[in-house]
Nanobody, 123 residues
Framework: VQLQASGGGLVQAGGSLRLSCAASGRTFWRYAKGWFRQAPGKEREFVAT????????DYADSVKGRFTISRDNAKNTVYLQMNSLKPEDTAVYYC?????????????????WGQGTLVTVSS
């Protein structure tokens, strides 16, 4: 299983970015997907998750109303649309595929991880 995250970069506060995560090597559509992030000097934290069909999602309180997770099973890709970005959103963002088809919040529920993409939000 390979997950390739992309779309990170430098953006000013208030701006937007769209992250993508392309998956291969596994039946993509069967499993929930998630986005996590890790800021410098901090532990990795949950950002968003989406179930196998895309009908159910869940978000960390810190990103609710600003971030949207979605997926395209035909393209084996999951997305994270990030709007109204803040400097505290600066982190390496990781995509992951879960062991289950339902939404999964905890990191222990994920067994494959991408390499991460850096998002830097300047003030």
């Amino acid at each position: 299983v390979q997950l390739q995250a992309s779309g990170g970069g430098l953006v000013q506060a208030g701006g937007s970015l769209r992250l993508s995560c392309a998956a291969s090597g596994r039946t993509f559509w069967r499993y929930a997907k998630g986005w996590f992030r890790q800021a410098p000097g901090k532990e990795r934290e949950f950002v968003a998750t989406i179930n196998w069909s895309g009908e159910n999602t869940d978000y960390a309180d810190s990103v609710k109303g600003r971030f949207t997770i979605s997926r395209d099973n035909a393209k084996n890709t999951v997305y994270l649309q990030m709007n109204s970005l803040k400097p505290e959103d600066t982190a390496v963002y990781y995509c992951a595929t879960a062991r289950l088809s339902t939404v999964v919040v905890g990191m222990h529920g994920y067994d494959y991880w991408g390499q991460g993409t850096l998002v830097t939000v300047s003030s």
